[in-house]
């Protein structure tokens, strides 16, 4: 019984594992309701031991590493030992081993796939040193081929233009590349050269460390904030495109791994999609540091993982009232689901769910002024996956967990989960995935004739996500949407 852990970080996180059993996972900032909380907490180990009490504990880097390119580059303090977490929630009395950061990522990906062979891209903004590292995966292990080291790294420059817009560094990211879609990309080439001493993907070399942000940087054009994100976006893009190009050149797999923080960003992965270098694709559905926690465990055993989805945390054990639920939607309310398992990943995909029909005119306004988000924030499309290619052009079979983007097909009718071009990130969903979120949909889809509803997550900006039965309570309390 081994406990992965990720911590002293953003968005701390734990994960028990049996042999190859993923018995449960979790995030701390559920239990202390403080967004991205990077500290382990006493709740989240004691709903960890519902589950089994750990024999080992694996750390998801190695501290004396990171504790050098702290020290190198300026951070204080620059020593944080883990155990020090461990003694605060109990947990210091277990033998505790250590992993290197880009290989939990690494092995994150691989374990919890069903490749026997694969390549494997990490982009994050800083492991302990790797920024960038590409490995070769097969039935001997995980090998690193390459890797580019701090300071230069392409997530910092993604981050520091975050900061740059005034949005919350290593949070809103996605928020950046959401506003990407009302830009145009109009100084891409600048923002290369003007950044860049060096751009020829995989390798890479930035003019500036931006580890504390580029808000130096003087916009004389008066570039508008939409054609920054853009271009920011593109440039991202280009370097993913680049990279995985390089590889399938040189590396023989025809599966590709893609983990790190940068592999949330679903519209950069449709790009590499659209390439058809590769027969599959896996991203892990928790690819940034949390997920590590998982990631950490497999790369310590180098075993296989039995990935049976990402519904791993609490569990709000209640029974739902299905014909309700469909009948509120039908009224034109939105409904809030918290039951079963919690969602280990970033993204609510049906048991932490916010759902509304997403063919009404205003349904994108009334969600994002209840979610207290940005107006041209998107939302994304819930569909029962054998109607998925009726609706969107998607550059893959399936995307159970919203990973991918595709163009909408029928854009004047689904205008809730249309996103200003067109697009939408999409989630497919099959009775394996989420047999509950299927029956809503069927029965919607028997209702109504429309096999979509838009699904975000049960929150509102700027907190976690609903973990318990008393936090949805909460959450009903003060919003006035019936929670199911």
């Not at 991203?283 to 940034?288: D, R, S, T, Y």
Request: proline residues 5%; glycine residues 8%.
């Amino acid at each position: 019984m081994i406990l992965g852990i990720t911590g002293q970080n953003h968005d701390a996180s734990m994960a028990l594992i049996d042999g190859s059993d993923i018995l449960w996972a979790g995030h701390a900032e559920r239990y202390s309701r403080v967004k991205n909380d990077d500290v382990i907490n006493r709740a989240i180990v004691d709903d960890m031991r519902q589950y089994g009490d750990p024999d080992h504990v694996i750390w998801f880097e190695r501290p004396l590493l990171k504790s050098l390119r702290r020290l190198y580059s300026g951070q204080r303090p620059w020593y944080e030992h883990p155990r020090d977490q461990l003694k605060s929630v109990g947990l210091d009395h277990i033998p505790v081993e250590y992993v290197g950061h880009h290989a939990s990522h690494a092995a994150g990906g691989f374990y919890t796939s069903t490749f026997d062979n694969a390549s494997i891209l990490v982009v994050d903004a800083i492991g302990e040193w790797n920024s960038v590292s590409i490995w070769v995966a097969d039935d001997t292990g995980i090998r690193p081929i390459w890797s580019k080291n701090y300071p230069n790294s392409m997530g910092l420059f993604y981050t520091a233009f975050t900061d740059y817009l005034g949005l919350k560094p290593n949070e809103e990211e996605y928020i950046l590349m959401g506003m990407a879609a009302y830009g145009r990309p109009v100084i891409k080439e600048y923002l290369k050269q003007e950044f860049f001493k060096r751009f020829e993907g995989p390798d890479f070399e930035l003019r500036h460390n931006l580890h504390r942000g580029c808000r130096w940087w003087s916009n004389t054009a008066c570039i508008s904030r939409f054609d920054i994100a853009a271009s920011v976006q593109a440039v991202m893009e280009d370097y993913l495109v680049e990279t995985v190009r390089w590889i399938r050149e040189h590396l023989p797999s025809k599966n590709l791994i893609f983990m790190g923080g940068c592999a949330l960003n679903c519209v950069a992965n449709s790009r590499i999609a659209e390439l058809n270098l590769y027969d599959n694709i896996w991203i892990m559905p928790n690819p940034g540091d949390a997920g590590s926690a998982i990631g950490a465990v497999a790369a310590y055993t180098q075993q296989r993982l039995q990935w049976c989805g990402p519904l791993l945390g609490t569990n709000i054990d209640r029974e739902l009232d299905f014909d309700s639920i469909v009948q509120d939607l039908q009224a034109g309310h939105v409904v809030a689901v918290a039951n079963g398992r919690a969602e280990f990943g970033p993204r609510a995909l049906g048991n932490r769910s916010l759902l509304c029909d997403p063919r009404g005119p205003d349904a994108k306004a009334r969600m994002n002024r209840l979610k207290r988000r940005e107006e041209f924030r998107p939302f994304a499309p819930a569909i029962l996956e054998e109607y998925t290619h009726d609706y969107f052009d998607l550059p893959v079979l399936d995307s159970p967990y919203m990973q991918f983007v595709g163009v909408c097909q029928h854009q004047d009718e689904l205008p809730g989960i249309c996103h200003v071009d067109g697009t939408s990130r999409i989630q497919t969903v099959t009775e394996q995935d989420n047999p509950n979120f299927r029956i809503i949909l069927e029965l919607w889809k028997e209702k109504t004739g429309c096999p979509i509803l838009m699904n975000t997550s049960l929150n509102v900006k700027g907190e976690p996500l609903v973990n318990s039965w008393e936090d949805a309570l909460r959450w009903q309390k003060i919003n006035s949407v019936r929670v199911y």
